[in-house]
């Protein structure tokens, strides 16, 4: 037929009168013929919809099942290393499995993984009633159960705290000088992170209440009883003054110190050899730096970095740079001395150095140029019409 | 010739009746008599233990609970100002003093009762009651009160679909609340609280305090009061716990009286 040949089309027989089977056979001989109706249904109907069915969920039998066969696997792995299988840990498993399975792929997300099934299965609910069908959490019917507890708790912790004040007020041992939080450091969780933590969705506006939330327990004077529980929810911000890696002082076999260090600017590649006891000379591939560096801007970049800290006649300073042009070689330079002069400073005049912006490397690079374009920004000739 | 076509057609006619007979039996294999004769027993004994209660007045003795002088004392009859008054409110107000609503505690004693006894018998029978209001004073006492006694409270934003909507909004095969229990009928805008409708929608019984500025008409069982002062909303809490915990109390002890029965 042709419902039959088309693909996207299923044709339903149905027969109107109740569908029973035993009932068909016990009255086929005496009730006539029932007509038969087709009806043509579009794929839309019998297709999957996976844009509907949202992300993929697992069965809590499917990660235990997942959770054993890594757990045998691991122990196999171990096996065919030659490790113990009960030393066996996760960089164990990394390193053995980049050794078995070499990849050559740049994405290192796409390269074979051997991993906790935990880490790989995103975390998701489980079923939130029990046999009767009530559900485990007093605020299930609120649709963001794990958030409005939280709150709850919060604001719990707030009205308990206020109590404790009272109780301290009454006894005349109310002070202002609390122990307070150090916060300093550390920075409030992201929406996303909180989103994590609850396996929840919520919105800014939920997220700036719960903030606010937080804010009000913290400026009680007697926060310092909830710290713990605050602290779960900072986190703390990497360290902002990277600490200067100082070159190692070392000796000449005839007993004087030298320091050796790089520097980079733009494509050039610079290293400085600082010997003490010297007379200020500065030798650059060989060659005098007067005759390398025939424009005094690039000499002054050169000498900046002893004449700060006030040490120009005291180093001999033997270099070699390579690429780039000579403003960039004579910048790496000037990097290359401010860290190997570092060695030979005390605390507060590296601290001057860095303000003065002798340790930070550089970062401009030549811009790419652009498609439809002339350059990096230079654009072709506009013409009206 | 023409009785036997009958008896055909009579026997024809009795076997769907005997096939729909056994399909009405639900599960129940009668292919042991005995495991047949041990159900019938049970069944009794649990639709004694349903049956019952429903037979008395006040079977959870709740009328020990309060006294109109408490309400009273709780100011549960302090309504809002003469020009707030709901037009449907007439019938429960006293009168008025200054301008001030009166509620009469009468009626609200009578109303009172019979909403906690409904209340009890549905915690009896094990049903879900949700604790819904949306003043933000009493939200945490209401959530406390409800983790209390083992039931459900809602007194945040009440999102679109959540009793209509039910399968999407939380998972298919999700169970709606038995009973519903407003703390204050109005939301933050002084308009009546969506969930009033939606309980009626989806046959959902309803408990409501009902000030004297609030539409009683779609609450089952609506109990005009002060909803208001903090000594009144403490005063509901506490009422409503005792009683969820006395009819959930009284199950446990005649489940327990079935099994030793049973075991004996």
């Known amino acids: ?385 | 010739m023409a009785a036997g076509v009958l008896s055909g057609v009579r026997q024809v006619f009795r076997g769907p009746r005997l096939v729909s007979a056994v399909f009405s039996c639900h599960g129940q294999t009668l292919s042991s008599a005995s495991a047949a004769v041990k159900s019938a027993p049970d069944t009794a004994a649990t639709e004694k233990i349903l049956n019952f209660p429903l037979t008395q007045p006040d079977y959870f003795h709740l009328s020990e609970l309060f006294t109109m002088k408490d309400l009273f004392e709780a100011r549960v009859h302090l309504g809002h100002k003469k020009g707030c008054r709901h037009r449907l409110m007439g019938p429960y107000l006293f009168g008025s003093r200054l301008d001030i609503d009166i509620i009469d505690l009468e009626q609200t004693a009578e109303h009172l009762q019979r909403a906690l006894n409904f209340t009890a018998h549905v915690a009896y029978r094990g049903g879900i009651i949700l604790f819904v209001s949306r003043r933000r004073q009493f939200s945490q006492l209401i959530e406390t009160t409800a983790r209390e006694c083992g039931e459900y409270a809602h007194t945040r934003y009440w999102k679109g679909g959540l009793l209509t909507n039910a399968p999407i909004q939380y998972s298919p095969g999700v169970r709606l609340p038995d009973l519903i229990v407003f703390f204050s009928t109005l939301n933050n805008v002084f308009q009546q609280h969506v969930g009033i409708r939606d309980a009626a929608k989806m046959n959902i019984p309803t408990v409501g305090i009902v000030d004297s500025n609030c539409n009683p008409s779609l609450i089952a069982y609506p109990v005009p009061g002060n909803d208001d002062t903090p000594v009144a909303m403490e005063m509901y809490c506490r009422l409503f716990k005792m009683t969820i915990n006395r009819a959930k109390d009284k199950r446990r002890q005649m489940e327990l009286l079935k099994g030793i029965s049973a075991s004996v």
């Open chain 1, 1 to 385: 037929m042709a419902a039959s040949g088309c693909r996207g089309v299923r044709s339903i027989l149905w027969k109107y009168g109740s569908c029973g089977k035993n009932f068909c056979l016990s009255r086929s001989k005496t009730v006539p013929q029932l007509p038969v109706r087709h009806i043509c249904v579009s794929s839309s109907l019998w297709k999957k919809n996976l844009a509907a069915a949202g992300p993929q969920k697992f069965t809590q039998e499917f990660i235990d099942k997942q959770v054993e066969e890594f757990e045998i696997g691991k122990r196999h792995l171990a096996n065919m290393m030659g490790e113990d299988p009960e030393t066996f840990t996760q960089e164990d498993i990394d390193r053995s499995i980049a050794y078995l399975f070499p990849s050559g792929l740049f994405e290192k997300r796409a390269r074979p993984v051997m991993k906790h099934p935990e880490e790989i299965f995103p975390k998701q609910t489980a079923i939130q009633w029990d046999a009767e069908g009530r559900p485990f959490h007093f605020l299930f019917y609120t649709g963001q159960q794990s958030y409005y507890s939280l709150l709850h708790d919060v604001y719990e912790k707030i009205l308990a705290m206020e109590r404790h004040q009272d109780k301290m007020r009454n006894k005349g041992l109310l002070t202002s000088e609390t122990k307070q939080i150090l916060l300093t450091g550390s920075r409030w969780l992201l929406k996303e992170e909180i989103e994590e933590y609850l396996v929840e969705n919520i919105s800014d506006h939920d997220y700036m209440r719960l903030i606010q939330l937080m804010e009000k327990l913290l400026s009680m004077p007697y926060c310092s009883l909830e710290e713990e529980f605050i602290l779960k929810f900072r986190k703390q911000l990497e360290v902002q003054s990277s600490k200067h890696e100082i070159p190692a002082l070392q000796y000449d076999p005839q007993g004087v110190t030298f320091s050796v260090a790089d520097g980079r600017r733009k494509t050039a590649k610079a290293s400085i050899t600082l010997r003490d006891s010297g007379s200020g000379n500065i030798t650059i591939n060989g060659r005098n730096y007067l005759h390398y560096f025939p424009l005094l801007q690039d000499r002054e970049q050169l000498m900046f970095p002893l004449h700060f800290v006030g040490m120009l006649g005291r180093f001999d300073v033997e270099g070699s740079v390579e690429g780039s042009g000579h403003s960039a070689q004579a910048g790496a330079l000037r990097l290359a001395i401010s860290r190997a002069l570092l060695s030979f400073v005390s605390e507060g005049d590296v601290e001057k150095m860095r303000q003065a912006g002798l340790l930070t490397a550089d970062p401009r690079i030549k811009e790419r140029k652009k498609p439809g374009q002339e350059g990096a920004r230079k654009k072709f000739t506009w013409k009206k019409r």
